[in-house]
């Protein structure tokens, strides 16, 4: 057991022996070894049950809204659920004094399909951590181990922030900054050399596959809407028909509701089961609004959001830039 | 059993061969890796190997979006149009066996009740399964768990098995033995059928059961905790439904203009909230733990009880798309054994 999960599980039972906090929100074991579930401990002597890996992936900020009335939280945060949190407060989904920030220095999650090389199967596999960030995956036909900071998933590797910029608190040194934080949007360089047509294509290929399962939404702590639009019977703005021209409609209209607000963690993509890169659209996004109006997402909760206000010198692109 | 072996190298004729006759449908690699089954072009290449693929080929029978009738014209002169019925057969290749007996559990409810599905009808009637056995199961694969196997053959005309540089066919229907007539293929030797009976075997192996379904069916109980225990964390998407092979259910709507329009249906979800939503604003499922248990009491109970066999076959999809690892198959462990 690491240090860290030593010190969550010992934070989590003093919280909650002390009547501080109501629940816990933090992760436990999975099903198999590359996956963990989220968690939601309420008392003391179930704190054991927490667990602190490189799967520890899912952005848990996302319950915040639905618990609401269950009385105080400790969110278990990593850089980017910690962001999470401040849009969630700066939105008035939760109090600020009714959740408390676990704040965890994170190195990244893997991505658990790099687990497995191509047609490879991960049924039955064991998964031993070594203390030097190295994952042993063992299966029935043998032993490989691999750097966890190899197979990291993308939004991990262009964090800008793995250590919570807001935090009650952190249970742990703050962690060195991720390789590609220098360049956040070297993600989406390739598609921004792409002419609008192309673009266009791009998008249609991709999201022609879309489901319109949802996932992606259900997963984002920023779409905590109560009535979304695309569920609206009437009026009713987009067709429940599986179209590609109605899944770019909810997926455009999607990321402009995001702007501004999004923290790039990345859960819309992770939970897409067709593997569409959905955070394109708003990495994007996040682009135009810090260079529009020099706001980056879910760091100042005292701050007020650039789409959720007007100011007179607000940059016109209609007026000043044609 | 009869049986044919058909070399690797001699794949792409014989599936051109009957893109003469048929619409060949098969698993192919989209963007992103993602395989799915496409109708096959005639140079086109067909994934015969690798892991189940992400989607099934329900949506070959159960489309996403459907047309049920087209309507022209205003209140007073209105003409209606069915939608086109299928020209060509069509054939599926690289079926695994979980989605093959998955389509005899649509069968169940689409065929096999009073009112029959004439839209589903006519395409089973007019599809061929070609499977292929599974060598290795997929992560979140359980089909031993719930009355199959990586090479049950229920369902199938023909049965593939990997024999490294060919193919050992089992001929399991008159349709499927069409398929391979005049094709010239050689009948299999003793030691093919050994071979793909020792191959069928190992994959058994690999998967020991993750639960009794049996004893699940009669365990599924209206209040027991487990239901809200995985409720807290399903985020009520639509990812295993919409994944599932036997998950069935649809919404009907009409997309309308002033002079016309088309009445169309659509896979829905008991997970979306809004999925029992009345006109008047009632939901008598008001909350994710009424929706969790819908969906494992429906396969796990309600549909035993209608047609004596599950509304599952175990091929994994759920398990491995949940974003919240909500995994069936420890969701039914814990209701065998009346855990949480």
């Known amino acids: ?322 | 059993m009869e049986a044919v072996v058909l070399n690797k190298s001699d794949v792409t004729s014989w599936v051109r061969g009957l893109l003469a006759s048929y619409r060949v449908v098969g698993p192919t690699s989209a963007a992103e890796g993602v395989v799915h089954y496409t109708p096959l072009a005639e140079d086109g290449p067909v994934v015969l190997d690798g892991l189940r693929p992400i989607r099934s080929p329900k949506e070959h029978f159960i489309p996403a979006t459907e047309t049920l009738l087209a309507f022209h014209g205003t209140a007073k002169a209105i003409s209606l149009e069915a939608p086109p019925a299928p020209t060509r057969e069509t054939v599926i290749l690289g079926v695994r066996s979980c989605d093959a007996r998955a389509l005899t559990r649509l069968d169940d409810v689409f065929l096999k009740r009073k009112e029959t599905d004439s839209l589903y009808g006519n395409r089973r009637k007019t599809t061929r399964l070609v499977g292929l056995a599974c060598e290795s199961p997929s992560w979140g694969c359980f089909c031993t768990s719930v009355g199959g196997s990586p090479a049950a053959s229920e369902g199938l005309d023909l049965l593939f098995t990997d024999l490294g540089d060919r193919y050992h066919i089992a001929i399991l229907s008159e349709a499927g033995r069409e398929l391979i007539a005049g094709a010239g293929f050689a009948a299999a030797t003793d030691a093919d059928a050994s071979a793909a009976k020792a191959q069928h075997a190992a994959a058994v192996d690999r998967m020991p059961p993750f639960f009794d379904a049996k004893a699940v069916a009669e365990k599924v109980e209206w209040d027991a905790p487990v239901w809200m225990h995985y409720a807290k964390r399903c985020l009520a998407c639509g990812a295993c439904s919409f994944l599932c092979p036997t998950c069935h259910c649809f919404d009907i709507q009409d997309d309308a203009t002033a002079d016309g329009g088309v009445r169309f249906r659509c896979w829905d979800t008991c997970q979306f909230g809004d999925f029992t939503r009345m006109g008047a604003g009632h939901n008598p499922r008001q909350t994710q733990k009424e929706r969790v248990r819908q969906r494992v009491s429906h396969k796990f109970k309600y549909l035993v009880e209608e047609f004596g066999r599950q509304g599952c076959t175990g091929c994994g999809r759920c398990v491995e798309a949940c974003p919240v690892n909500i995994d069936l198959r420890q969701v039914l462990h814990d209701v065998e054994g009346a855990k949480r």
């Open chain 1, 1 to 322: 057991m690491s240090n860290l999960e030593v010190t969550i599980r010992e934070t989590a039972a003093r919280l909650l022996r002390e009547g501080q906090v109501a629940v816990v929100l933090g992760y436990e074991a999975g099903s198999v070894p590359f996956r963990t579930a989220p968690a939601f401990i309420e008392r003391a002597e179930d704190a054991g049950r927490l667990v602190w890996n490189r799967f520890c992936t899912n952005n848990l900020a996302v319950y915040l809204p639905k618990l609401k009335g269950a009385g105080r939280i400790a969110l278990l945060a990593k850089g980017c659920d910690a962001r999470s949190a401040v849009t969630l407060i700066q939105e008035h989904q939760i109090l600020r004094d009714q959740v408390v920030i676990l704040g965890i220095p994170c190195d990244g999650m893997v991505d658990a399909d790099r687990l497995a090389t191509s047609g490879e199967s991960l049924f039955g596999v064991a998964i031993a951590p070594g203390a030097d960030g190295s994952l042993t995956v063992a299966s029935g036909d043998g032993q490989r181990t691999l750097s966890a900071a190899d197979i990291l998933q993308e939004r991990c590797r262009l964090c800008e922030h793995n250590t919570p910029a807001i935090a009650d608190g952190l249970l742990g040194e703050p962690a060195p900054r991720m390789p590609g934080a220098a360049e956040p949007f070297a993600a989406v360089a390739e598609l921004e050399r792409l002419s609008p047509a192309e673009r266009q294509a791009f998008w249609h290929a991709q999201l022609d596959r879309c489901l319109r399962c949802y996932a992606c939404r259900e997963a984002c702590p920023a779409c905590y809407c109560r009535s979304c639009f695309a569920d609206k019977a009437a009026p009713r703005w987009l067709s429940k028909a599986n179209a590609a021209d109605e899944n770019w409609m909810f997926h455009a209209v999607r990321a402009f509701h995001l702007a501004g607000r999004c923290v790039g963690c990345g859960e819309c993509e992770r939970a897409c089961p067709m593997d569409i890169p959905i955070s394109k659209l708003n990495r994007m996004l996040d682009r135009e609004v810090r260079e529009r109006f020099g706001y980056v997402a879910g760091l100042d909760p005292a701050a007020v959001p650039p789409l959720g206000t007007f100011r007179p010198d607000d940059r016109d692109p209609g007026k000043h830039e044609g």
